[in-house]
Nanobody
Framework: QVQLVESGGGLAQPGGSLKLSCAAS????????MGWYRQTPGKERELVAQ???????NYADSVKGRFAISRNSADNTAFLQMNNLKPEDTAVYYC??????????????WGQGTQVTVSS
């Protein structure tokens, strides 16, 4: 089995910063991509940022220039540095990863979610 464990959420003031971490563990053969999604009540989960195994990056327009995703392939971790936070960034943030557990089988995995609240 594969587990994704997130940490780093919390409360920040507008204009402040937070850094989220996600650690993948278990039966990992290869990680194709890791990323972060967020969700607020009554809305669909949306992609925030993603990094693939080749280093390719994808950001939601709303976070470009403010958020930065990075990854440490050596220990299967990913990070989301969030700067210049805005109240509209308030959401539950979920780590996501597309992982091969052997040469043929892959699946999408999710963390448990971590709350980010931006408020003065």
């Amino acid at each position: 089995q594969v587990q994704l464990v997130e940490s780093g959420g919390g409360l920040a003031q507008p204009g402040g910063s937070l850094k989220l971490s996600c650690a993948a563990s278990g039966s990992i053969f290869r990680i194709v991509a890791m990323g972060w999604y967020r969700q607020t009540p009554g809305k669909e989960r949306e992609l925030v940022a993603q990094i693939n195994s080749g280093g390719g990056l994808n950001y939601a327009d709303s976070v470009k220039g403010r958020f930065a995703i990075s990854r440490n392939s050596a220990d299967n971790t990913a990070f989301l540095q969030m700067n210049n936070l805005k109240p509209e960034d308030t959401a539950v943030y979920y780590c996501n990863a597309y992982i091969y557990t052997d040469m043929k089988n892959w699946d999408a995995y999710w963390g448990q979610g971590t709350q980010v609240t931006v408020s003065s």
